[in-house]
């Protein structure tokens, strides 16, 4: 008898006046199922679930985007117009122009963020003084909800009474009002780099300190026996197994970045003009303002199969790195 | 025990008088549990709404219930809920442009019958009204909403500072006329020059607001403007859908040209992608001396402790070298066919429609769009803003109404914003564009689209 069945008798002597001679027809039943059923049985609410969460609107969006399916003219026929959308997204140079720019922001927060808070990881690894209550300091950006984030950040920046502009003006003397950091051109893309950075370089900074502390201290001591310096204990020790983590980190916050709505949205609506339209603001409206179901639906497909590809590389190149 | 049994005994007096209290409460509309949910925006309008209804559940005894979503979600809210044929509202005032879709779509209920039947009559309302809020197609007699609340684009300007003799006096000296409210760009434009970075009472102040936001649809109710005195118009009259020419016409590029300038010249900084709220903001605070808005927020202004009263006046949106109008804004109330209340529904709407609701509308600070009202010989002394509202409903024109209009509508934002905020390109290559976009959209609708 396995256990799992042992524990479902309730007239077994496990379970001591429990069930008696009254047993229901379900006890009866439940004895005679197999593990393997039993198994099923409790995961089949979460296969159940995922099916109808995740997998059938996944199926049903692929089957959406070979259609001409818009929700503002439902009253129009449906047509199958076979890979028209995928063909007519690849040949848009707007969508072009945003996967650039979606790349150029991913790049540049990321490249800062790892930057950043590998920086904060190495000086909060180190005992000191208030310790614990810097690390909570940095942390606190990370445990904010993007859209409080994106709206703070608006009144920072307003040109007018926002502090921000003050603090650059204090450094630089140019007037605060002079300059727009949400509205201008050229300062529109640093702009949201910058509070993406300043929300999740401390997150990096955790998968650093992660990373940091698993380094056991013997190795440093057989450096400083070897009269290592700190700088080539830095290149010889720290950097090469904390690389690992600081790919890792790589990895889930290009994923995220590249699928960065809320922030982006809040701060700068896509604007100023699209200098800022992430590829994921471009979708959102595609299918939810103008109601383009069928070609948003192609666009979707394709950005999830870019950066699942993206990732499985990118996975890849981490196992090589950690079996080094 | 005992415990248990006065633990027992006081739920059950505690049940017993949340009851009586619910009954005693509820009233009639209770106790019979109708309720209606009637759909709009968050705005000031909508406040003076859920006091009007109050007589409604008084006479009727149905109680209202309201959902009002912000004007920066609101087209997103509700066409979701419209689009997957959900229940939430029972009657909703929709947007003018979204008449197209909805009557194509089916998702408001056809009132003419019910006009018919409960003698209320399209020409009673103003002309602009009925064409911009309840017909589809339009120009034809199918009605599928009851004007509700009228409204355009107006301008209100510091009174205060303009009839200082310092300023007057400066303003005179320097363009050779008196300081006046505006009747035509050009002197909006010298005028809000002349303000701009000027000190007054200690203060630095600005030329004008005008509306710039990306997101959903300001800087085209903004653009539309100053483009339709320009001479822009949406297709050939004579040859519908046909943009080429039309949209994109030489005239067309030198009014979005001139609001470039304004904005460039005139506005405070920061104004990048600004709508209503900001605008009321910029104004309220003092920093702007003209400021373009809904007439709908005007009641509001002219309330309002620090500008309002005798610092504010109003002025009807400029003439353009080839034309006088403004955009319309405002919408009608329907009934959602999805709703399971629809003879309920129907008679909010019947109640809406009297003339002593719809004059009581205007006093609460809605707009009625009902002649018996706006044509009385007392209204435009009714409301300081009130001859000026008047005045631009007589010359309003919309976007366009089609079942894609958010896709027209999108698409504009993205040009217009791109060259008059992004410095991209010019204005005749933004409205080239603009027509390329436009052809798009209407060919996917199954337009036939001339290019000449």
């Known amino acids: ?324 | 025990m005992r415990r248990m049994r006065w633990l027992r005994s006081t739920a059950a007096s505690a049940i017993l008088a949340a009851a009586a209290l619910w009954g005693l409460g509820g009233g009639e509309a209770a106790a019979q549990g109708k309720q209606l949910t009637l759909c709009w925006a968050a705005w000031d309008p909508a406040n003076a709404l859920v006091e009007l209804g109050k007589d409604f559940t008084k006479q009727s005894g149905i109680e209202m219930k309201y959902e009002f979503v912000p004007w920066t979600s609101y087209a997103d809210r509700f066409l979701n809920e419209l689009n997957s044929h959900g229940k939430l509202c029972d009657l909703i005032i929709g947007d003018s442009q979204w008449i197209g879709g909805a009557a194509e779509n089916k998702w408001y209920v056809k009132l003419n019958d019910f006009f018919d039947r409960e003698k209320i009559s399209m020409d009673d309302f103003v002309p602009a009204t009925v064409v911009g809020y309840s017909q589809w197609p339009k120009n034809s007699p199918n009605y599928w909403a009851l004007p509700a609340m009228a409204d355009a684009v107006g301008w209100t300007y510091r009174k205060d500072w303009f009839s200082r003799p310092d300023i007057q006096a400066a303003f005179k000296a320097k363009y050779g006329r008196d300081l006046a409210p505006p009747k035509t760009y050009d002197e909006l434009k010298q005028i809000a020059e002349f303000f701009q970075g000027r000190e007054i009472d200690g203060k630095k102040v600005y030329g004008a607001y005008i509306f710039t936001e990306r997101g959903s649809e300001g800087i085209t109710m903004g653009v539309t403007n100053v483009l339709y005195n320009y001479g822009f118009t949406y297709d050939n009259p004579k040859k519908p859908y046909q943009m080429q020419g039309i949209v994109n016409s030489s005239d067309a590029a030198k009014g979005l040209e001139f609001y470039k300038e304004l904005y460039k010249c005139c506005t405070a900084p920061g104004m990048t992608n600004a709508y209503m709220q900001e605008g009321l903001d910029a104004f309220k605070s003092g920093q702007v001396a003209m400021q373009m808005n809904w007439f709908a927020f005007f009641p509001g202004l002219y309330k309002d402790p620090n500008v309002g009263g005798d610092k504010i006046g109003f002025f009807v949106n400029p003439a353009g070298p080839n034309g006088h109008f403004t955009q319309l804004g405002g919408q009608g109330i329907s009934v959602v066919a999805t709703s399971d209340r629809k003879d309920d529904a129907l008679a909010y709407i019947k109640w809406f429609a009297q003339p002593a609701v719809q004059q009581k509308w205007w006093q609460l600070g809605g707009y009625s769009a009902l002649k018996a009202v706006v044509d009385a010989p007392d209204f435009p002394k009714s409301a300081a803003f009130a001859p000026q509202f008047l005045e631009s409903m007589g010359i309003v024109k919309d976007f366009w109404a089609e079942p894609s209009y958010a896709q027209l509508l999108l698409d504009m934002q993205k040009r217009v914003h791109d060259y008059v905020v992004a410095d991209k390109g010019t204005a005749q290559q933004a409205l080239d564009l603009l027509v390329k976009d436009w052809t798009k959209v209407f060919k996917e609708q199954g337009k036939q689209v001339a290019s000449q």
């Not at chain 1, 002079?178 to 201008?184: H, R, Y």
């Open chain 1, 1 to 324: 008898m396995d256990k799992m069945t042992t524990i479902l008798q309730p007239d077994d002597a496990t379970f001591p006046g429990v069930g008696g001679p009254a047993k229901s027809r379900s006890t009866r039943r439940v004895r005679g199922l197999s593990d393997r059923t039993i198994a099923w049985l409790f995961v089949a609410p979460t296969i159940a679930l995922l099916l109808a969460i995740n997998i059938f609107p996944l199926v049903w969006m692929i089957r959406l985007s070979f259609t001409s399916l818009n929700l503002s003219m439902s009253y129009l026929p449906l047509r199958f117009v076979g890979l028209d959308n995928f063909s007519d997204i690849l040949n848009d140079e707007d969508v072009w122009i945003r996967l650039q720019t979606t790349a150029q922001f991913v790049i540049w927060s990321v490249a800062l963020q790892v930057v950043i808070g590998f920086g904060l990881a190495l000086l909060i690894n180190r005992q000191f003084r208030g310790h614990s209550f810097w690390t909570t300091i940095i942390l606190l950006p990370m445990m904010l909800s993007p859209a409080v984030v994106g709206n703070f950040w608006t009144l920072l920046l307003q040109p007018q009474i926002g502090p921000f502009n003050y603090v650059i003006s204090l450094f630089t003397g140019v007037p605060p009002s002079s300059f727009s950091m949400t509205g201008q051109v050229s300062l529109a893309p640093w702009t949201i780099v910058l509070v993406d950075t300043w929300m999740w370089a401390p997150y990096v900074m955790l998968i650093c300190l992660a990373g940091l502390r698993s380094i056991p201290d013997y190795i440093y001591e057989a450096a400083e026996v070897d009269r290592a310096s700190p700088w080539r204990q830095f290149w010889s020790i720290t950097l090469p197994m904390t690389v690992p983590f600081l790919m890792l980190a790589v990895l889930f916050r290009a994923i995220e970045n590249f699928k960065m709505f809320d922030m982006v949205n809040l701060l700068t609506s896509g604007g100023p003009g699209s200098t800022t339209e992430l590829v994921s603001i471009t979708l959102k409206r595609a299918a939810f303002e103008k109601w383009r179901t069928g070609y948003s639906s192609a666009l979707a497909i394709i950005l999830f199969v870019t950066v699942f590809g993206a990732a499985n590389i990118y996975v890849k190149a981490l196992n090589k790195v950690k079996q080094r």
